[in-house]
């Protein structure tokens, strides 16, 4: 009989969907110290918990029978996905179940912010009735700017649509046909920010990756603007968005996210024009049972044996097909990532192609693998064989799959061609020697070899930047470029020119391994060399 040791509190109808099942023992540990936590998991198949346990490899090698973690919420942060991946562990979250409440917050904090409702009530609880001093705005004609239209960015716009404001929306990673099925018309990042009169925030974040909103932002801001975030507080520049909000662009802030919880000694808490909450996104009784009944019956799906949508760590490929397509997972995740940061403009649509040996067998484990790796840059959503079909559709995104048995002179070769507003972009990779390599960018050959692996796809242990300049084909551009990195004292580890016989504008492609990543300015250095005509980088 399976035992399931639920770590923390779960809403009385997960609990429920557990317990009546006759087959598993259910153990409450919500009261457990962390050494009474780790002697309890020991004889445990299954694991569940929200945000207060720390699921670190500790504890998971503790649990030699451990075949499922669940997360009663979105994030997975406080879960070990390397350690859990290492020992077979599948690691589910739920999602979706926080989206309508999300949302609901988002438009609370929105008509909060617009009617001074919070100093309003903090003045009449001292005993003053000043109705003068809370003169508010009324939101509809107005426009809203929404980044991120994912879930709960789709779900804001629908609910805005009611309350009449023209709703504009920035994410260059869904389709204009998702834009306009929920109201939104899709705006360039910089109107967004110079047209809307409130702007909110619901983009999904790499871990790594910069603050979406900084001083220049906030600088191209409407003055009196209204900001709201309930999605991440690392979207944000906190020290910028303070002396933002001391010259009034935006105007006023709700936040229900920051850059580091709790936020007791943030400033922003206290900012006269802020109104803080402490992450209450997922605070509704109706969510804590929607994720508590989610994770159960995937927990018990796993168990089972059964696949499961939720699962951020699910394995890609069935053994039969482990043998020709596994060693390919790595190529794939890596053509997607690049594809995804050498491209830019409003993405269309996505080809992909399989040429050789892999083209005989199941490439769903591969199509997974492209997928996870163009969210990889942009989102820190978790891409897997059961899920990868809801992802695409969920972002409107159109792909089509092509195989041809011929891959000369390779074995095998995966081709992503990401179609956008401003042209395609498309990388071949394949296999040598055991390990992933570029051989193509936008049909210029080149030979790449891609940063070695631990062994799972989706983390790698190091990371290769890569420089890619498209320039004229004349005498001193390989020169120059070299002795304009030499001064900004960035290393070449490696380099390689490509010629395209497509391409009769007498254009070569240079691809530069380096040693970091170029700043904005630096970019733009090498951009202004004579006969330089594209440069775009990426990690990889």
């Given amino acids: 009989m399976p035992r399931i040791l639920v770590a923390e509190p779960l809403a009385a109808d997960g609990l429920a969907i557990l317990r009546a099942t006759a087959d598993a023992d259910v153990v409450d540990g919500s009261a457990l110290t962390r050494p009474q936590l780790i002697q309890a998991a020991a004889p445990c198949h299954a694991l569940i918990v929200r945000s207060g346990t720390q699921v670190d490899r500790a504890l998971i090698e503790a649990a030699p029978n451990l075949r499922v973690i669940g997360r009663a919420g979105a994030g997975v942060d406080n879960i070990d996905l390397d350690a859990a991946s290492e020992r077979g562990v599948i690691v589910l979250n739920a999602a979706g179940g926080n989206t309508v409440s999300a949302a609901e917050l988002t438009v609370a904090l929105l008509l909060a912010l617009s009617r001074h409702l919070a100093d309003a009530n903090a003045s009449l609880r001292a005993g003053q009735w000043n109705r003068s001093a809370f003169m508010g705005a009324e939101l509809r004609g107005k426009t809203v700017g929404i980044v991120g239209l994912g879930l709960v960015g789709a779900a804001v716009a629908r609910r805005l649509q009611a309350m009449e404001m023209r709703t504009i929306a920035y994410d260059p990673f869904v389709s204009e046909d998702r834009a306009r099925s929920v109201g939104a018309e899709l705006a360039p990042f910089r109107d967004l920010l110079e047209q809307s009169d409130v702007i909110t925030l619901h983009s999904s974040a790499a871990p790594d990756a910069p603050p979406l909103l900084g001083a220049a932002e906030f600088a191209l801001m409407k003055p009196g603007s209204l900001l709201v975030n309930t999605a991440r507080g690392r979207l944000v520049d906190e020290a910028a968005l303070a002396d933002a909000l001391d010259a009034g662009r935006p105007g006023a802030a709700a936040l229900d996210v920051f850059a580091a ?271 330089i005509e594209d440069v775009a980088q990426a990690r990889m």
């Fill in 261 to 531: 919880e709790p936020a007791h000694e943030n400033p922003l808490v206290r900012h006269p024009q802020v109104l803080a909450t402490p992450h209450l996104g997922a605070s509704t009784q109706e969510a804590q049972e929607r994720v508590a009944v989610d994770i159960a019956t995937e927990t018990l799906k796993v168990l089972r044996g059964e696949p499961s949508m939720s699962a951020v760590n699910a394995p890609l490929i069935d053994p039969e097909s482990l043998e020709v397509v596994g060693p390919y997972l790595q190529v794939a995740e890596m053509c997607g990532r690049l594809a995804t940061q050498l491209a830019s403009g409003q993405w269309q649509n996505i080809v992909v192609r399989y040429e050789g040996e892999i083209a005989n067998h199941d490439v769903t484990p591969l199509k997974a693998a492209i997928i996870g790796g163009l969210l990889a840059p942009i989102s820190d959503e978790h891409v897997n064989l059961v899920n990868v079909n809801s992802t695409i559709a969920n972002r409107g995104w159109m792909v089509s799959e092509r195989k041809t048995s011929d891959a000369e002179p390779f074995t095998s070769t995966i081709t992503v061609e990401l179609r956008t507003s401003t042209g395609a972009t498309s990388l071949m990779g394949t296999l040598e020697h055991g390990r992933s390599a570029v051989v193509e960018i936008n049909r210029f050959p080149v030979h790449i070899g891609g940063p070695r692996h631990n062994g799972n796809t989706q983390h790698a242990s190091d990371h290769l930047h890569l420089l890619v300049l498209r320039n004229e084909d004349r005498p001193g551009r390989i020169g120059e470029v070299g002795m304009a990195l030499g001064r900004l004292d960035v290393n070449i580890a490696a380099m390689d020119v490509g010629y395209s016989a497509d391409d009769p504008s007498e254009m070569s492609l240079m691809a530069l391994t380096i040693s970091r990543t170029l700043t904005a300015n630096e970019l733009d250095q090498i951009a202004a060399i004579d006969g």
